[in-house]
T-cell receptor
Framework: GESVGLHLPTLSVQEGDNSIINCAYSNSASDYFIWYKQESGKGPQFIIDIRSNMDKRQGQRVTVLLNKTVKHLSLQIAATQPGDSAVYFCAENGETTDSWGKLQFGAGTQVVVTP | ETGVTQTPRHLVMGMTNKKSLKCEQHLGHNAMYWYKQSAKKPLELMFVYSLEERVENNSVPSRFSPECPNSSHLFLHLHTLQPEDSALYLC?????????????FGPGTRLLVL
């Protein structure tokens, strides 16, 4: 079936370095993608989104890249800080006739920032 | 703060208890959701409400009973739960029909069923 998944379950990054978190999706009909950050003991927090008519979108210290050809989504975090340690999820809207209101989530990547 | 609040934050209950989880959104959204989050698994959608009507019941056991009295409030009534129901229960809201389908989450209720 259709799924959203992340390549790496854990990513260890040195403070100050750039982080890249990857996500593969298989639903070619998806036209909206979101990255969430979930810190320990908290709910998922919206970071950035992108629509399928774009291939890049930038926020504050974060950039999302979308490659529709290979169905790949990535989140780049510049100058990673200790506060960036969290689990990061990608989600897609998976446009189908019965997908009203649904987002499909990956299992998440744990990012650990080391000093 | 995301504008979505949940109470209680932590709950321990026996299998014969009845309890309710509460969610309130202050974002003026018209859709609300319940998710179950278990360790190392993707979020599982449980229920979706749009304009206070349930539009999705994702094969959830009847021991979970949702209620949406208005567009700002969502409840999840729990009774005769099983230990495997222990998880983080997340509420979310969104504005359906807008150009942005982002769902905003509350902090969750950590539930332990003994």
């Amino acid at each position: 079936g259709e799924s959203v998944g992340l390549h790496l379950p854990t990513l260890s990054v040195q403070e100050g370095d750039n982080s890249i978190i990857n996500c593969a999706y298989s639903n070619s009909a998806s036209d909206y993608f979101i990255w969430y950050k979930q810190e320990s003991g908290k709910g998922p927090q919206f970071i950035i989104d992108i629509r399928s008519n774009m291939d890049k979108r930038q926020g504050q210290r974060v950039t999302v890249l979308l490659n529709k050809t290979v169905k790949h989504l990535s989140l780049q975090i510049a100058a990673t800080q200790p506060g960036d340690s969290a689990v990061y999820f990608c989600a897609e809207n998976g446009e189908t006739t019965d997908s009203w209101g649904k987002l499909q989530f990956g299992a998440g990547t744990q990012v650990v920032v080391t000093p | 703060e995301t504008g979505v609040t949940q109470t209680p934050r932590h709950l321990v209950m026996g299998m014969t208890n009845k309890k309710s989880l509460k969610c309130e959104q202050h974002l003026g959204h018209n859709a609300m959701y319940w998710y179950k989050q278990s360790a190392k698994k993707p979020l599982e959608l449980m229920f979706v409400y749009s304009l206070e009507e349930r539009v999705e019941n994702n094969s959830v056991p009847s021991r979970f009973s949702p209620e949406c009295p208005n567009s700002s409030h969502l409840f999840l009534h729990l009774h005769t739960l099983q230990p495997e129901d222990s998880a983080l229960y997340l509420c979310a809201s969104s504005q359906e029909g807008s150009s942005q389908e982002t769902q905003y989450f509350g902090p969750g209720t950590r539930l332990l069923v003994l």
